[in-house]
C-alpha cells in the first residue's frame, strides 16, 4: 500500500490564481517587471475589490428574497384567487366590521403575501366557493 504525504498548498483565493505559489510572479518573455506596482494599479485593484464587496451583498440579500419563495403558490389548483383590498374598499370594510386588527391575520412572510407583493397593513381578500374571506397582513402574531 503507498503511503501519501499531506502537501500545504498556499493558494490565495481573492486573486482566483490556480497556481501553488501566487507571490511569485510570472515574466512573459521580452518583457521586463519593475517590481514596483504603480499607484494606478492599486487604485484599481481597489475598486474592483469595493465592486465585489457590493456585488456579495447584493447577492446575499437577492439571495434571500428567493430562498424565501422556492415555489409560485399561484400555479397550485389546491390555491384560490387572492388579491389586495384597494384603500376605499378596506375603509368600508373597517366600517361596517370595525377594526382591522380583527380581522384573521397573516404574515408577511407567506409565499401569497409575497407573490402579491403586499406589505404590513394590507389587507387580502380570498376568493373561495363559499364567499370572501380576508386576512389583515402582520409582520409577526
Do not use: C, W
Not at 5 to 31: A, H, Q, Y
Not at 81 to 94: A, F, N, P
Request: no cysteine.
Amino acid at each position: 500500500m503507498v503511503e501519501s504525504e499531506d502537501v500545504p498548498v498556499d493558494i490565495d483565493l481573492d486573486k482566483g490564481s490556480d497556481s501553488p505559489n501566487p507571490s511569485k510572479e510570472t515574466k512573459s518573455p521580452g518583457k521586463k517587471s519593475s517590481g514596483k506596482s504603480s499607484s494606478k494599479s492599486k487604485k484599481t485593484a481597489k475598486a474592483k475589490k469595493e465592486k465585489k464587496a457590493q456585488k456579495r451583498a447584493k447577492t446575499t440579500r437577492t439571495k434571500k428574497a428567493k430562498k424565501a419563495i422556492k415555489y409560485d403558490p399561484t400555479e397550485n389548483f389546491m390555491v384560490p384567487k387572492h388579491e389586495i383590498v384597494s384603500e376605499d374598499e378596506k375603509r368600508e370594510l373597517e366600517r361596517m366590521y370595525g377594526s382591522l386588527d380583527m380581522f384573521p391575520k397573516i404574515l408577511v412572510t407567506d409565499p401569497i403575501v409575497m407573490k402579491l407583493g403586499a406589505k404590513e397593513g394590507d389587507l387580502i381578500r380570498i376568493h373561495r366557493e363559499e364567499g370572501f374571506y380576508y386576512r389583515y397582513v402582520v409582520s409577526r402574531s
